[in-house]
């Protein structure tokens, strides 16, 4: 009895280890496609990689290689791929720092392309099993009469445009009806050809700050083809990669507080949670992380592959480097930023767990 009291522990604590355990190797995953698109892209260009490494802190496995040294190190929330002369001077030919501006720019954003590249896989394969699509077009109403009804929306109706935002996909339309102030979006449908302004009305309801309105109506549906296929595969991409822009815009504009934010900790907590449903709901999740950690790393902000990205494109503009030091300052100053707010984020992540 005793000895299955423990076998019986240990089942309890294994189910409830493994689906953080499942999320910390998928994000370590997502940070190897990452650094992986730096690596292949600078041997391609030319560039010696000294160092490729998975995880930061003490190095728990090594491997030398011809050229480059291969780690895992043990805290697993990042990686690197250091490259000779990439933050300093060097007179190896194959240094970083010594190879023109256009092949630098290949190198610095073929990271994030590879996350980008990844998630349109994971994309494929959620949409794979499918028979058929939910597409943006209204098919039918709840019931008759109903408030969006009312409003002049019609089955037929092809939804592109909510409050000013484009909507390409189902994802779209999801994100800008549950992200809305009061109970009136302004619509255009696209109505037998023509594009048709509508000031559509719903019921709506506030749970925990954010207010959703009450869908009333049913979307239709497309048949599974090759064309439909791709089709919606690139399009929920581009919906996903969205909503980093999407996210940072309401932060900004105060629609969205620190509160809703997460870093590290608390995004290994949500794909542990998924993680217990099962593959189908797991990979949609995946794939916009790893879509929004390649776009966000896109942006023109220093200490991010975008900043060092919108530096070599005023260098190709003007045709000469931008002083080392001067850069280098700018870039320390973003990364301070940048690693005080994740802090923040993480400290609001740890205790929210209390």
Known sequence: MQLLSVFSAIGNIWSSVWPYLVAILLFLFMIFIHEFGHFIAAKLMGVRVNEFAIGFGPTIFKKQGKETLYAVRLLPFGGFCAMEGEDETSEDSKAFC???????????????????????????CTLGPADRYITTT????????VMSQQSGLMAGDKIIEINGRNIYSVNDLSYCLSNVEGDTLKMTVERNGKDVPLNVKFNAETVEGINYVDIDFYLDTEAKTFGSFIKQSFTRTVSYARVVWFSLVDLLTGKYGISAMSGPVGVTAA?????????????????????????FNLLPVPALDGGRAFFLLIEMI????????????????????????????????IIGFF
């Open 98 to 124: 010594n190879k023109k501006a256009w092949r630098r720019l290949i190198i610095i954003v073929a990271g994030a392309f590879m996350n980008l590249v990844f998630g349109l896989i994971l994309v494929m």
């Open 138 to 145: 209204v098919h039918s109403f709840h019931e008759e009469n």
């Open 271 to 295: 794909i542990g949670t998924v993680a217990k449903r099962g593959l189908m709901d797991l990979l949609p999740m995946i794939a916009l992380i790893t879509i929004n950690l390649g776009v």
């Open 318 to 349: 003007i045709r000469r480097p931008i002083p080392k030091k001067f850069e280098g300052v700018v870039h320390a100053v973003g990364l301070i930023l940048l690693l005080g707010f994740m802090a923040i984020i993480t400290l609001k992540d």
